[in-house]
């Protein structure tokens, strides 16, 4: 049982242009979701991170929508760049985030210049 | 500034063989996770450690798995007996422990190939 799902597999855009990465969860208990940026050869990197008592949180171009009823977060990156190319992970998480984290399976990012 | 810091970073073994994957996590960080990366896959939790409770071992997929945490710093995850399937990236990760929002911060992992 797959807790959290997301989409697209794969993602391309072109610079300046907004990408949109959809995530899903069936666990009514999480209550901590972030957002992980991954690099080739590199670890996870968070990126940012949305607790369910709030509808969006902006950091810089990133944004988190949260759709409680829906059970549906999202990741914005506006203006992408060339640089944001990578692979970007949607998770969930119970106990404000000190406990294990449930993956979504990962989204491949490219933006050409 | 440290960060999570793993060892070997690539480790290349026999079918059968015992591994040994080592974490240094965040000075001062009482939580310790371990993940699993499998190729084209997302990370997978195998085993949590927070302070002095005893771990949550719930993601280990079998008995050939384990993990300690000495001293509640340096931890170890241990694959005996190794398996194709073992192949993977073994990722660990820290944070400052039982508060809210508290991120995790990832090592690069460890990149085990069994042969």
Known sequence: ?113 | GAGVSQSPSNKVTEKGKDVELRCDPISGHTALYWYRQSLGQGLEFLIYFQGNSAPDKSGLPSDRFSAERTGGSVSTLTIQRTQQEDSAVYLCASSLGQSSNQPQHFGDGTRLSIL
């Open chain 1, 1 to 113: 049982q797959q807790q959290v799902k997301q989409s697209p597999q794969s993602l391309i855009v072109q610079k300046g242009g907004i990408s949109i990465i959809n995530c899903a969860y069936e666990n009514t208990a999480f209550d901590y979701f972030p957002w992980y940026q991954q690099f080739p050869g590199k670890g996870p990197a968070l990126l940012i991170a949305i607790r369910p008592d709030v509808s969006e949180k902006k950091e810089g171009r990133f944004t988190i929508s949260f759709n409680k009823s829906a059970k549906q977060f999202s990741l914005h990156i506006m203006d992408s760049q060339p640089g944001d190319s990578a692979t970007y992970f949607c998770a969930a998480s119970i106990g404000g985030g000190s406990e294990k984290l449930v993956f979504g399976k990962g989204t491949k990012l490219t933006v050409n210049p």
